[in-house]
């Protein structure tokens, strides 16, 4: 009996052998143990800690595993909701989400939203489309005809995201790398791809942009975009990365290494975030903002590390964009960490009156961010 027990338990077999002696019971206890150790950080600190001066309010109600934020007005936003496969209008009133509708349902993956006044498009895993954006207020709003402007973008690791205002009518979609590293098929993947909205014409603007989730346009300064790089390298290696738009140019990937992180020919980030804490969403700051920074200041969201021993992440980052004679690009971002232990944030956006409000992924939850 005691053989068969050893041939069925080769991990008893093992210890047995040295003397020891291990139970199953015993052997998956110490696996849970394991697995508690690694992820518990990641899914119990997910309340809000803000640094000096700063105040983070939890809005009534919930959001959803939320991807993306458009406000509309003051009070009424749409979402990008992947467990629901919609996009979802929602009101807001003393900090209460007080109205949910639905206005498209069926989609795969939403991943971004921007409305240009007249058409609402939509990035989905692999797709873009360009949707009419019908009614004249809230009570009314409705997505009518969707045209496809993109298809067949393949998704792995990662897929399209973000989908934002580009230059001369045009828009600019980030798009990630179907792996952790590899030479892509197709050279749409890992890349920053224009786009004309009145046919889907479109071509790559950037690439060796391993993840790229959101950017913004800075004034005087340009498009700044956020890109997770390369997994399974250590804990030290790679920075997240806050990179300037260089119409054509490589930002890196596959090619970067430990020992070579801009490889020759390539251009470096103006900024960098820890090493594997995924920095995704960008928001300016608003002109009506009573937070500190100017219209230089970026704020981002740092959703938090999967596949680090220690955890990192899990912070809303004020990103100053300040002059640097010394850099490539003669800018530099300082960093600010201005709320921490929010594991999971993931959109984050200005409404029309300045106020910041924020997602967390894991909890369904909406934060807004205070300063007083």
């Known amino acids: ?55 983070v309010d939890e809005i009534e109600g919930e959001i959803g595993q939320v991807t993306c934020m458009l406000w509309l007005d003051s009070s009424h936003f749409l979402v990008c909701e992947i467990e629901k496969n919609a996009v979802i209008l929602h009101k807001i009133e003393s900090y209460v989400l007080t109205d949910e509708r639905i206005l498209k349902d069926g989609l795969n993956n939403p991943h971004g939203l921007h409305y240009d006044g007249e058409f609402l498009y939509i990035s989905e895993r692999g797709k873009l489309t360009k949707n009419e954006f019908i009614g004249t207020g809230p009570s009314n709003w409705s997505i009518g005809n ?9 998704s792995g690791n990662h897929q399209t995201n973000s989908i934002n205002e580009g230059p001369d009518g045009m828009l600019i979609w980030h798009s990630g790398s179907t792996c952790n590293v590899c030479n892509e098929d197709d050279d749409r993947n890992a890349a920053i791809i224009m786009v004309d909205p009145s046919n889907g014409n479109h071509s790559v603007i950037a690439s060796g942009v391993r993840n790229s989730f959101d950017g913004a346009w800075v004034p005087d300064i340009g498009y700044v975009f956020t890109d997770n790089g390369r997994d399974w390298e250590g804990d030290d290696y790679p920075f997240e990365e806050l990179n300037l738009l260089e119409i054509g140019s490589d930002y890196g990937w596959p090619n970067d290494e430990p020992e070579t992180p801009v490889p020759n020919g390539t251009v470096g980030p103006i900024g960098t975030f820890d090493p594997h804490s995924s920095a995704n969403s960008i928001a300016l700051r608003h002109s009506n903002s009573t937070l500190p920074g100017d219209n230089h200041s970026i704020f981002v969201s740092v959703f938090g590390s999967w596949n680090s021993v220690t955890p990192t992440g899990g912070e809303i980052i004020r990103v100053d964009i300040v002059e640097d004679q010394n850099s490539t690009q003669g800018w530099r971002g300082e960093n600010s960490v201005i709320v921490k232990d929010v594991f999971g944030a993931l959109s984050i956006s200005f409404n029309p009156d300045g106020e910041l409000f924020f997602s967390n992924h894991i909890s369904g939850k909406l934060h807004i961010i205070r300063y007083s």
């Open 1 to 55: 009996m005691e053989e068969d027990v050893e041939r069925s338990n080769p991990l008893r077999k093992y210890f047995s052998k040295r003397g020891l002696f291990i139970t199953t019971s015993a052997f998956f206890v110490i696996l849970i143990m394991l697995a508690y150790t690694i992820l518990s950080p990641y899914f119990m600190r997910i309340d809000p800690i803000p640094s000096e001066g700063y105040y």
């Open 146 to 154: 969707s045209t496809i402007l993109i298809d067949g973008i393949p």
